[in-house]
């Protein structure tokens, strides 16, 4: 199968429901019949007025009995843009549209197999996460005899590790068969790997780190930038290999309980700043009391770096 590249439209709102959109890179049609939008897209959480529009848009004339045709990305683009624009008008959902660069227009049959699922998989769900690189594995295939066509039901969610995922399958003989398609996803992310073996309480240089590909699908914390862990504290030990999740790096204190520090209230030339003593111990990020140490005043703001507070 080719290569496909997606490009995503991604429409943020505040709904929770998901709309996908996801044009199908090889379709197998009757010969010289009316190619709509409708049977190149699987459309998941799309309205019923929607898929209706869908149904409206005539893509081409296909091909004749045993010939393929290509439809580019742009065409296939244009066409799908008012579906995406009225399904905006209608919903608050959010809005993801999968496009390959393009669309095989087949008449002949389309075998299924690990290469051809894997590829789908991955142009569905590699746009959910550009920062990663998703590997597939273990994958399990319907056993069926007489395929025609296929079409995988996907969300727009990226599954942690297993999944199952609905095909629909078309016999030769034109019935339906549904069935499932099973294995698993590698999501790996750039994280920092101990070079060497760490020690507690030990502080963490810039050499003592690389950034290596790992499996993040079951990761419970978060990942580290490097400014958060160069000359910070470990908070336990670790063999040469072991991933530095942000967790494991000592949080310390911006501020400490008596120190001076500078609270600044304003913008550009109307800042106003002054030393006031610090109630408590606080991080950076933290809402902080504070008392004027001439007039006793309580004041309250954030803490914006070491020894410096944003009044609140």
């Known amino acids: 199968m080719k290569h496909a590249l997606t490009l995503l439209f991604s429409l943020s709102f505040t709904a929770h429901a998901e709309v996908l959109l996801r044009v199908r890179p090889h379709v197998v049609v009757p010969a ?30 296909g091909p004749a009995e045993g010939e393929r045709q290509e439809l580019a990305e742009a065409n296939i683009s244009s066409a799908i843009r ?25 008449t002949m049959k389309r075998g299924i197999s690990e290469e051809t699922v894997k590829a ?77 073996m760490l020690n507690m309480s030990e502080r963490l240089q810039a050499g003592d780190i690389n950034w290596e590909f790992r499996d993040t699908s079951y990761a419970v914390d978060g990942i580290p930038t490097a400014e958060e862990m160069t000359g910070k504290l470990m908070k ?18 911006a501020i400490h309980r008596g120190d001076q520090v500078t609270v600044k209230s304003g913008d550009g030339i109307w800042e106003v700043s002054m030393t006031v003593t610090a109630q408590a111990d606080a991080y950076v990020g ?10 006793n005043v309580a004041l309250m703001g954030m803490v914006t770096a070491p020894g410096e507070v944003e009044l609140r």
């Open 82 to 106: 008012p579906v995406v624009a009225a399904e905006r008008e209608r919903t608050s959902a959010r809005v993801h549209v999968i496009i390959p660069k393009s669309v095989i227009i087949d």
């Open 236 to 253: 336990q030990g670790l063999r040469a290999g072991d991933v530095i999740w942000r967790g494991m790096i000592e949080k310390e204190k």
């Open 120 to 196: 789908e998989l991955l142009q569905a769900w590699q746009p959910l996460c550009p920062d990663c690189k998703l590997e597939i594995e273990a994958l399990s295939l319907p056993r069926i005899a007489g395929v025609r066509d296929w079409n995988m039901k996907l969300k727009a969610e990226l599954p942690k590790g297993s999944f199952s995922v609905p095909v629909d399958i078309i016999r030769e003989n034109g019935a339906s068969a549904p069935a499932w398609i099973n294995g698993r996803v590698l999501t790996k992310k750039k994280v920092p790997v101990a070079k060497r």
């Open 286 to 295: 933290d809402m902080l009391n504070m008392k004027h140490p001439k007039t």
């Open 32 to 61: 010289n019949s009316e190619v709509r939008l409708v049977q190149i897209v699987d459309a998941q959480g799309l309205s019923e007025e929607g898929m209706k529009q869908l149904n409206t848009v005539n893509l081409s004339t």
